[in-house]
């Protein structure tokens, strides 16, 4: 008789051993005040949440951790939220995907001991685009001067052999574009950044056209007209952002077109994984170049200049390879998924 207990108590000891690293996602608590809604979801161990905002889902991944056919979802009306739901992303990811009913931003707060993450949900700024449609409507009216693509030819044999990819540089010329605090105008940043991804991209195999490769404004219907006249594979334009309040910073993603979806949530979540900035989300807007080109295309503001922090960021050299870096990644990952 004793024999057979014992093997049970060591079953036991080594199921405790086996399932103690698995953490489950217990509950999920949904309370608001009135300008926040907070969703408070507790895990049996510690994972950090990470979130992705992609358009109108919010997508909160637990790395380590399992579903749990005991997780409680404590719900309540919200004007924000439409509704909760959990997945297994993959064998090491539970998501919490939160489905919204309009433009938030939001926060997570891993409380670390307390197995807690805490994910504050606000109205998202209305007037944030404002700016970008307000110098557009300038630029594709005003004459630049002539469009002057440069064309560099791929360096290496790499996993982008035969694509050919435009970047285009925002701003140029008369056109500064929007100011980091120390005076150093975005159209510079811009260049730089698109050069910097050039280069990474031509050592990947690609066929890299820079709609600018100096000083120089274009019209933006020449820039849309010129992608889609080489027939290019992707388009990617690069902008850094600004609003009027110093205390905003973080990444936005823009597309347009249907076609452009797959790649900008690509891009988007490379962005946000690599240079780890706030997350102000992936979104649908007619911008004019994502408007007007026929190719999977994207406007990417990884940062602001008027936040003290992303304006400093904006003007070194290791943020701007990291952002070049996670650029690559993405068209990679794109490139991939599409053939995969
Ligand atoms: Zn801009």
Redesign the pocket.
Known sequence: MRKPIAILIWAAVIASLVFADVTTIERIEMKRDRSWDYLDIYTTGWSEAKGLLLENTLYLDFPNARLSRKTKIFRRSSKRIQSISIIQKNQNTARVVVALKKDIDYDVVNVFGRNKSVVEISDRLENINR??FA?ESKYTKKKGAPLKPVKFTPAAAGSLRGKTIVLDP??GGDDP??FSLSGVP?KTF?LQTAQRAAKRLRQAGAAVYLTRNEDRRCNLKEVAEFANRIRADIFISI????IYKSDISGTETYYCNPVSRKFAEIMHENIIRGIKRKDHGLHRTPFYVVKNTQMPSVLL?PIYLTSPEESFLAGSPSFQEELAEDMVKGVIEYFRSKSG
């Open positions: 700016f970008q110098w925002g701003h574009g929007a975005e811009t902008h850094y952002n600004s503001e």
